[in-house]
C-alpha cells in the first residue's frame, strides 16, 4: 500500500522477492549447519557452511554497490537471482558427493545474492514517496513470512528427495530463484541517482561521524548478530536435546513468523511514537529470549525464545534501517547503503562462526550468556543518542 492507502503493484512484487529471497535464507538457516554437521571434519566447523554465506556477503557488499550504481537496481538484482541458482545447484552437488569444502565454496558465491537481495528494503523506500519509507521498508520486509512458512516446509518435504540428505532442498531453491526472477521482471525501479564525482563517491566524512548514522549501523549490525548466534545454534543445540528435525523446521518457521509479522505494523509504530523507543523495546525482547533460552530446553522453551527474538530482531532491524535512510545524502545512498549491510553481513559472519564453536564446546547456556554483551553495549549506545538528541532540542530552544 501507497501512504495514500492505495494499492502499490510493484510494491507488492518487491515483497513477493523479499519473501523468496527469506525461502532461500530460512532453507539454508535449517539445513547449513546439519550438513556442515554431518561432513565438517570436526564438529566445531558444523556451521562454517552458514558462515561462509554471510561473510561471501560481506566481501561482496562493495562489489554489489559497483554493480547497482553501474547496471541499475533491476539488473543488478536480477545478476544477483542468476547467482543465486547457480550457487544452489553446486551445494546440492556438494551434499550429494559429501564435499564438504565444495559445500563452502559454493555458499561463499552464493553470499552475492544475500548481499544484493539485502538491498530489496532500500529499493522499496525508493518506490514510495518520503512520507511512505517506514511504511515501505515494513511492507517489503513482511514479505519474510513466507520464507517463515515455506522455508522450513521446503526443507522437510524435499530432505530425501534426492541421494543424500538435504541435497534436494538445495535444488529446490533453483527453483524458488527462477520465480523470483518471473516476479522481478514487473518491477519498474527509478533509476538511482548519479554517483557524485571524485573521491569515487566517498561518504563525507561528516555523515559517518553522526551520532544517528552509527547508532543506526550499530542496531542493525549488533540485532542481526544477536539473532544470527542464537537461531544459528538452535538446530545444533536441539539435536544435541534429542528434538527431531521436525521440532527443528516448527520451531524456525514461529521464530521466522516473530521476524516478519510484526512488519505490518513497525511503520506505522515508528511514526507514532519515535525510532527510539521502538530500538529500545527491540533490546528488550531480544533480552527477554536469552531468559527464556536460559530457562529450559524443551519444545516450548526453543519456541518461545526464538518467537521473542524474532520481534525483538524486527524491531532493531526495522528501526535501524529508518534510522539510517534519513542519515545519508540521496546522491550516496548506495554507498552508504553497502556500508550498513558490510557491517551487518561482518557481524553476521563472526556471529555464524562463534556459535558453532560455542555451542559444540560451551554449550547452549554459555553461549546466552555471552549474548547479552551486545545487546548492553547496544543499550548505552541508544543512551547516548537519547542524550545528544535532547542536548540539541534544547540548545535549539535556546537560539528560538
Not at 549501523?217 to 543445540?237: D, E, F, Q, R
Not at 525482547?285 to 524474532?310: E, K, Q
Not at 550498513?340 to 547456556?365: E, I
Not at 554459555?366 to 551486545?374: D, E, S
Request: with cysteine.
Amino acid at each position: 500500500m501507497s501512504a495514500a492507502g492505495r494499492f502499490n503493484a510493484p510494491l507488492a512484487w518487491l515483497t513477493l522477492c523479499q519473501g523468496l529471497f527469506l525461502t532461500n535464507n530460512v532453507t539454508f538457516m535449517a539445513i547449513n549447519g546439519l550438513v556442515g554437521l554431518a561432513l565438517a571434519p570436526q564438529g566445531w566447523m558444523a556451521t562454517l557452511p552458514l558462515t561462509a554465506y554471510v561473510l561471501g556477503g560481506a566481501l561482496c557488499t562493495g562489489l554489489v554497490a559497483r554493480h547497482q550504481q553501474r547496471y541499475g537496481r533491476k539488473r543488478a538484482f536480477q545478476m544477483g537471482l542468476a547467482v543465486a541458482m547457480v550457487s544452489s545447484a553446486l551445494c546440492a552437488l556438494a551434499a550429494l558427493i559429501g564435499s564438504f569444502w565444495l559445500l563452502i565454496a559454493a555458499t561463499v558465491v552464493a553470499g552475492y545474492y544475500n548481499a544484493n537481495a539485502a538491498l530489496y528494503r532500500f529499493a522499496a523506500a525508493e518506490l514510495v514517496g518520503p512520507e511512505g519509507r517506514e511504511r515501505a521498508i515494513s511492507w517489503v520486509l513482511a514479505g519474510g513470512i513466507l520464507g517463515g512458512v515455506i522455508g522450513p516446509q521446503l526443507a522437510q518435504a524435499t530432505r530425501d528427495a534426492l541421494a543424500a540428505p538435504f541435497a534436494g532442498a538445495y535444488a529446490a531453491l533453483v527453483v524458488v530463484a527462477a520465480l523470483s526472477m518471473l516476479a522481478l521482471a514487473r518491477i519498474p525501479f527509478p533509476a538511482l541517482p548519479p554517483a557524485p564525482a571524485g573521491a569515487a563517491g566517498r561518504l563525507p566524512a561528516g555523515v559517518a561521524r553522526q551520532p544517528a548514522f552509527i547508532v543506526a549501523i550499530a542496531a542493525s549490525a549488533l540485532g542481526y548478530g544477536v539473532m544470527n548466534l542464537l537461531m544459528a545454534a538452535t538446530p545444533i543445540a536441539m539435536a544435541v536435546c534429542s528434538h527431531p528435525f521436525s521440532a527443528v523446521a516448527w520451531v524456525l518457521e514461529w521464530h521466522v513468523l516473530g521476524m516478519y509479522v510484526p512488519s505490518f505494523f513497525t511503520g506505522p509504530l515508528i511514526r507514532r511514537v519515535g525510532v527510539l523507543p521502538v530500538l529500545a523495546a527491540g533490546v528488550l525482547l531480544s533480552a527477554a529470549c536469552i531468559a527464556l533460552a536460559l530457562h529450559g530446553v524443551d519444545l516450548m522453551h526453543f519456541t518461545a525464545a526464538l518467537l521473542v527474538l524474532g520481534v525483538g530482531w524486527n524491531f532493531l532491524y526495522i528501526g535501524g534501517t529508518a534510522l539510517y535512510t534519513e542519515s545519508y545524502p540521496a546522491s550516496h545512498r548506495v554507498r552508504a547503503q553497502a556500508l550498513m549491510d558490510r557491517w551487518v553481513l561482518g557481524t553476521m559472519t563472526l556471529t555464524s562462526f562463534s556459535s558453532g564453536a560455542l555451542v559444540t564446546t560451551g554449550g547452549w547456556q554459555a553461549m546466552n550468556f555471552g549474548a547479552l554483551l551486545p545487546l548492553a553495549a547496544l543499550a548505552a549506545m541508544l543512551w547516548w543518542l537519547r542524550s545528544r538528541q535532547a542536548e540539541a532540542a534544547a540548545a535549539a530552544q535556546q537560539q528560538a
